[in-house]
């Protein structure tokens, strides 16, 4: 459906004008004066390399000891040409001086001088053309993600620099030759094809070929303990290595990997008009990785959990790993070979595959219904970040790279795809896909802006972009929809939407979406093309007064929309899921906002749909949603009584359920937030007994699952996790459950030491282990111990953003304060920022984003 916004001029004269008022962070002048010699990567310095160097590529060599506390000597070589500006020419590399042992250009030895993470040559000892630079220096091991058997870099976004001298920016793009020599037992994997190899002793020796043309934050290799499996699909041959020791997994996942990327390739090959742009496609499975996947070019890492399923895989399980392997594999076209030129356009990379990946899940899952899982998976989450005080815009300025890892977030991951549809919508499907073409073969293996990329859309549409860009990308918050239907003899006279700021303010998201006139014994469905700020539709005049009306029934508006109260009693009713998808999340969005509809009333609602809806992913939905009212949107004091109704709502529904993939998540929802004896006792039996219900397969996995539930309830019944721990086979989830153990202690003692120790940057090495413990750490069951473990995890929050990965402040922070109610807790984190007017602007949003839950729960239970 195409809408058309008429272009205006109010915004400027020209569209590359208004964006260059916005987006100025991404020109590319020469700077004036050389830049400072700082910390981190600045945006003057990297515009100024950009200028001088050209031609770039490295040639590293790491020597990888078998034990992990050991270090790597290694060696590179740089070479460049050199555009003859500047007096002093910056290598980033983050780590101490004393890392690098020699220094060379040209073939002479220079003193090494290092200052503020910058390796500095003078360009006295540079000439115009080509370069080389050679350095010995000791690998640094903040990114190298070392194990006692295998290890893995992660360089985004700013990382390369911790692991070895580089230009450590996205546009300066190069070539990587890389050789390992590690134990000869172990496997290894990089961004281009193994050249040779030889093993001397107990020593391998592997150089790799040169690798594609790539930016520094893509470059990586995997080694160590894994098992190499390939297959070749389409004539392409892939490579898995992996650490996987459930047969089972095994069996029931190995094909399925292969054939997902197989189809994710073959879509967007036909979606581009591009082949597959690098020279070849593996992936390895990591034990406990960061994020679900990372896009290194040929060589993409992801949570092995991600990838394996069992025969107890739901089918929500199954689209979501069909979902991150498109994700990762559209990254090899947007991100990989055209890349951002500054991370403050990093959300560009992420929306488009984001975007991508629905498209091809769309074609390739074919249980898939593509308009709910969007809804479902995309809209909560971009919510929950837009509606708090921390809210942050999708285009954020940037002007260090040591700040980048901040930008990540639900609104880049989450509110982008939704703004990206409606950009579709806008413009129409083929206008926008033959945009994306043109924008992928102009900067094919170069970097571009998101203003390059919307004048080349702006071309193919009449609608004025600039304007419809500035709310979208460069403002944060969402609107808020009100109604006025007017009637007449049974008839509607007149309907009205209108809408504003979430915040009051008079702004408009220009957005099309879709509102249903529901009858007794039909439903009509009309479009709404919200360019303004009110909006009569002319077309219902005349027509009968329906019986109520579904806001946003198609589930592609973005922003609260206003409930009828006669659809709530009829919800079970609606027959399109999608329909119901969007009334779930529009109800709960009214009820944390204090409007429409209570916390006790939505659960009792939802109690009663619970053994009604057909659709996996809104029984999903519906699940979380009701596990939330009954653990932070309840008092403690009635938390007992309402989790015992569900509780034996959840067991009968199941009983009922004949789809194993929604039994499976009625009894995780049971399990959740079994709190009665009766539901205790049932759990301990069944975890004890390893006996599932009827009709329900439960894994080593759900097992494990179990005994932590009952662990963190201090269910009486001696050494729970210390069985459990002896039934897990795989070594790498013992190893999970040895580190979560103190976390889960009946002894507070215990867990006082357990939290202590993350004070020590080695103990939070395992940032999934941490914030899995952190979140039984912080369970709702032991707020009443753990709240003063609070005040120091807000005064680790600066060490954590430096020392950790870009997702981990954002999880450490939301993990420890997820599970509070109280005033006094919305009093500290206040308190705690109010103290600190100069606190960093981007974890003060983060911490304002993950305390909006006891903000709004204290404000809803205790006002």
Known sequence: MIWNLSKITRYGSSLLVALSITMSGNSQSTPTKPPAVETGVSQTLAKARRQQISQLAYALKFDIPAQKNQLIPAHETITFNWAKTGTLLQLDFKEERTHIQKVSVNGKDISTVFESEHLLISTAFLKPGKNTISIQFTAGNLSLNRNDDYLYTLLVPDRARTVFPCFDQPDLKATFQLSLTIPSLWQAMTNAAVQDSFITGDRKTVNFQTSNIIPTYLFSFVAGKFTPVTRTLDGRPMTLLHRETDTTKIRLSMESLFQLHADALRFLEDYTQIPYPFQKFDFAAIPDFQYGGMEHVGAIDYRASALFLDNGATRDQRLARASVISHETAHMWFGDMVTMRWFNDVWLKEVFANF?????????????????????????????????????????????????????????????????????????????????????????????????????????????LAAWNHVWVNETGRPKFNYQLDKQAGKISRLVISQLGEDGSKRLWPQGFEIALVYPD??????????????????????????????????????????????????????????????????????????????????????????????????????????????????????????????????????????????????????????????????????????????????????????????????????????????????????????????????????????????????????????????????????????????????????????????????????????????ETAKLVRTFLANRPTYNPRLRAKLLQAADRPFRVSRLLYR
Do not use: C
């Not at 837009?386 to 790279?401: C, F, H, M, S, V």
């Not at 700040?403 to 206008?431: V, W």
């Not at 103990?763 to 005040?791: F, I, M």
């Open 356 to 464: 991508m990946a629905d498209k091809i899940t769309e074609v390739s899952s074919a249980d898939a219904n593509y308009d709910l899982q969007f809804v479902v998976d995309h809209f909560p989450a971009a919510y929950a970040v837009d509606r708090t005080e921390g809210a942050n815009p999708i285009g954020q300025p940037l002007a260090n790279l040591q700040e980048a890892g901040s930008l990540y977030g639900g609104i880049i991951y989450h509110k982008a795809p939704i703004m990206m549809r409606q950009l579709e919508r806008l413009m129409g499907k083929t206008a926008l896909r033959d945009g994306l073409r043109e924008y992928l073969k102009k900067y094919a293996f170069s970097n571009a802006t998101w203003a390059e990329l919307i004048a080349i859309l702006d071309a193919r549409t009449p609608a004025d």
């Open 522 to 823: 039909h439903v009509e469905e009309l479009t709404v093309q919200m360019n303004q700020a009110n909006v009569t539709l002319t077309e219902v005049a005349g027509k009968s007064v329906p019986s109520y009306v579904i806001f946003n029934s198609s589930g592609q508006g973005y922003g609260i929309f206003p409930v009828d109260t006669a659809m709530i009693s009829q919800l079970g009713s609606l027959k399109n899921p999608v329909t119901r998808a969007a009334a779930y999340i529009n109800l709960y969005e009214n009820m944390i906002s204090g409007q429409i509809i209570s916390p006790t009333k939505l659960g009792a609602i939802y109690q009663n749909l619970l053994g009604k809806e057909t659709e996996e992913l809104n029984l999903r939905l519906l699940a979380s949603q009701l596990a939330d009212i009954v653990w932070n949107f309840t008092k403690p004091e009635n938390r007992l009584a309402l989790a015992t109704q569900v509780e034996q709502v959840a067991w009968r529904a199941m009983e009922t359920e004949t789809a194993p993939g929604k039994k499976k998540l009625l009894f995780r929802l049971y399990q959740n937030i079994a709190l009665s004896s009766e539901a205790k006792d049932r759990l301990y039996t069944i975890w004890n007994e390893q006996k599932a219900p009827t009709g329900v397969t439960l894994t080593e996995d759900d097992y494990t699952s179990l005994a932590l539930a009952l662990a963190v309830r201090d269910y009486p019944a001696d050494g729970i996790l210390t069985k459990q721990l002896a039934r897990i086979k795989n070594p790498d989830r013992k190893k999970r459950l040895q580190f979560m153990m103190p976390a889960l202690s009946g002894n507070v003692a215990e867990r006082d030491q357990f939290f202590a120790s993350l004070a020590n940057e080695a103990n939070r090495e395992r940032e999934a282990w941490v914030v899995d413990a952190l979140g039984y750490l912080h369970h709702p069951l032991r707020t009443g111990t753990s709240a003063k473990y609070l005040p120091k995890s807000l005064d680790l929050l600066e060490e954590i953003q430096k020392t950790g990965d870009i997702f981990f402040p954002e999880r450490w922070v939301g993990s420890t304060l997820a599970s509070y109610q109280t005033p």
